[in-house]
Structures are given as structure tokens and as C-alpha cells.
């Protein structure tokens, strides 16, 4: 399960890198993925605002903008 995650997480921070944008990485990798739970939730932090895409493994796929990480 671990190694799907960070499949995953490393397709979109690629497809990022490539200049996709969020909309983009959403609809192609995230809605479809059968690790993906929800919807994008909007959030905050200390690093400013932030989507949170909730995953079957109680993790949340993480978008800062620039990059996903996993939380």
C-alpha cells in the first residue's frame, strides 16, 4: 500500500514539474485513482493555503501551489 502512495505523489509532483496545473493533475491522475477518497478539501497552514485530497489509507495527498507531499 505504501509503495502506491508514493506512486502516486510522485506522478503528480512529475506531472507538476512538467506545468500541469492543478485542475489538470485532478482530473487525469487524482479523480480517477482508486486511492483517492474525496474530493479536494481547502485548507490553511503556516505555509499558506492548501488543498488536501483525502486517500483510503487516512493519509491526505497535500498541494502547496508549487508541490504535493503527503500528510
Not at 37 to 55: C, R, T, V, W, Y
Request: proline fraction near 7%.
Amino acid at each position: 500500500m505504501t509503495h502506491i502512495v508514493a506512486g502516486l505523489l510522485n506522478a503528480c509532483n512529475a506531472e507538476k514539474n512538467k506545468g500541469a496545473d492543478f485542475p489538470t493533475i485532478w482530473k487525469n491522475i487524482l479523480k480517477v485513482h482508486p486511492y483517492v477518497a474525496g474530493s479536494p478539501i481547502q485548507d490553511s497552514g503556516e505555509n499558506g493555503p492548501m488543498l488536501k485530497i483525502p486517500l483510503i489509507t487516512g493519509q491526505f495527498l497535500v498541494f502547496l501551489g508549487s508541490s504535493f507531499s503527503l500528510l
